[in-house]
């Protein structure tokens, strides 16, 4: 039962129109046609992120020249910039997945949710490591209030909390949506804590990379943090896929597809 | 609709008059997280005055922590919680009618009690009006946001702990702002700024929030 049928002419031409479309986006919906497509698109998102990375990891390690300033203490930037960028991209991606939740209640972005916010919390986790690792040669000490470093705290435990009420619902249609209203109602608040806490105290360098205006950075010293950026995306949207999967087998471990698939191995 | 606001409205402050010693409570409860403070410092003016708007704030948000678990707790109970999510009035009004009553209730003991106990730790009297303004405005915001996360939790057994886990993020600018305000006014720097964004979130909550509680109570009776 893909689309329901109108009688009327009018609805008979537009659907014949847009069947294709309409057809393809059904069956995303369907689980089994996700659990085995999902299974190839890993490869697209696998193989960029290994190249993308190790790019950026040999470059950034072996053929980058050491900062004028910071020596070769600055060369964590290409693992702590990208994980900062993905763990506020991965929580604004939870929040989008959250309205597609609730507006249209698809089941998909529910788990979409559940399985990003492990791997969000993750790199929001390596981001602070990094950071804190990269502060105390540079400032000398692991822990500064800065702005930046304490917002990235507040997502970390914004992203536990998401974890921590989706394992506290038994009912896994229940806690998807709980997770989703949680996320719309974080990702509200993230600008607004990121700004009173900038607004408490600034300590940190300025960004120095921005999408508008010159960055202030050397192209060598840019293209293998822009890889890593790319494959640490690519490397997020992977975990998460397969985080997906693993979401779907458990919630429908009682239907036949299920079953039929584990048979096979 | 209005008919429906005034009778929640009323009904719910009935009630927490005649459960006077839920308030009494939560009152001795703020008191003492800010009274046992200085047992664990010393006695030093100056080092009180340092951490008092901290104390004042952080009194504040375990209170009104405290204070959620019960928000939606009787109402599921007795029933009248199914009856609201039935009822062909919109349930953000209803949301926000409880929410107001709750706040009369029980935020308003702050406003009142605040004061006392900053002069207990020796903020100066003249910082007291603007201190009572930052409690009228950021209680009414920690209230609204909060409600969002009891109305998730509603239905879960021991949800104290989660609660804390959910909302106490959420609740950090209004902590740095409720408590930079007051530091700012100790210190003689210019607050207003800071107060207006404490008005301005407070009108959030209370617009954005009443349509979030309904989501969040329709989701939390599912859970």
Avoid at chain 1, 67 to 76: K, L, P, S, T
Avoid at chain 2, 13 to 35: P, T, Y
Wanted: charged letters at 10%; glycine letters at 10%.
């Amino acid at each position: 039962m893909h689309v329901r049928l109108g009688h009327d002419e009018k609805t008979v031409v537009s659907l014949t129109m847009d069947k294709g479309v309409k057809q393809r986006f059904h069956r995303l919906g369907s689980s089994p046609y996700f659990y085995d497509a999902s299974a190839r698109w890993a490869i697209w998102l696998a193989v960029p992120a290994v190249i993308c990375i190790a790019y950026a990891v040999i470059a950034g390690l072996v053929y980058v020249p050491p900062d004028y300033q910071q020596g070769d203490v600055f060369r964590i930037l290409y693992i702590h910039v990208p994980s900062a960028w993905l763990s506020l991209f991965g929580y604004t991606a939870m929040a989008v997945a959250g309205v597609v939740a609730l507006v249209w209640r698809l089941k998909l972005a529910e788990i979409f949710i559940a399985a990003a916010a492990p791997v969000g919390a993750s790199f929001t986790f390596l981001a602070l490591v990094t950071g804190a690792i990269w502060g105390e040669p540079t400032w000398g000490t692991y822990w500064v209030w800065d702005a930046r470093l304490t917002s990235e705290l507040i997502l970390l435990f914004l992203y536990l909390g998401v974890i921590a009420l989706h394992r506290s619902i038994a009912s896994p249609r229940a806690a998807g949506r709980a997770c989703a209203l949680l996320s719309i109602v974080g990702v509200i608040n993230v600008p607004i804590i990121h700004y009173s806490v900038v607004w408490w105290t600034t300590l940190h360098q300025g960004a120095t990379l921005g999408l508008t205006g010159g960055s202030n950075m050397d192209a060598d010293m840019l293209w293998p943090l822009l890889a890593g950026a790319l494959g640490f995306t690519c490397l997020f949207g992977w975990l998460t896929l397969w985080g997906m999967r693993v979401q779907l087998l458990w919630r429908e471990r009682r239907s036949r597809w299920v079953m039929k698939r584990i048979a096979h191995g | 609709m209005g008919r429906v606001f005034w009778a929640v409205f009323r009904r719910d402050l009935a009630i927490a008059g005649r459960q006077r010693g839920v308030l009494v409570h939560q009152l001795l409860f703020f008191v003492l997280v800010v009274a046992l403070f200085p047992l664990g410092t010393n006695t030093d003016q100056a080092v009180l005055l340092a951490v008092a708007p901290a104390v004042l704030w952080m009194g504040v948000l375990l209170s009104v922590l405290l204070s959620l678990n019960g928000l939606f707790q009787t109402d599921h109970e007795d029933g009248t919680l199914a009856q609201y999510l039935l009822s062909s009035e919109p349930l953000a009004v209803i949301a926000l009618a409880k929410m107001i009553a709750h706040w009369l209730a029980s935020g308003a003991l702050f406003v009142v009690a605040g004061p006392v106990l900053m002069l207990m730790l020796g903020v100066p009297l003249d910082v007291l009006p603007v201190m009572m303004l930052t409690l009228g405005l950021g209680t009414p915001t920690l209230v609204f946001i909060g409600a969002i996360a009891a109305a998730l939790t509603l239905r879960l057994p021991r949800a104290g702990l989660l609660l804390g886990l959910l909302v106490f993020p959420l609740y950090v600018p209004v902590l740095i702002f409720g408590s930079g305000v007051i530091r700012g006014a100790i210190v003689g720097l210019p607050y207003a700024g800071a107060v207006y964004v404490m008005a301005a979130l407070c009108v959030l909550a209370i617009t954005l929030g009443p349509w979030a509680i309904a989501a969040a109570l329709r989701i939390g009776f599912d859970a």
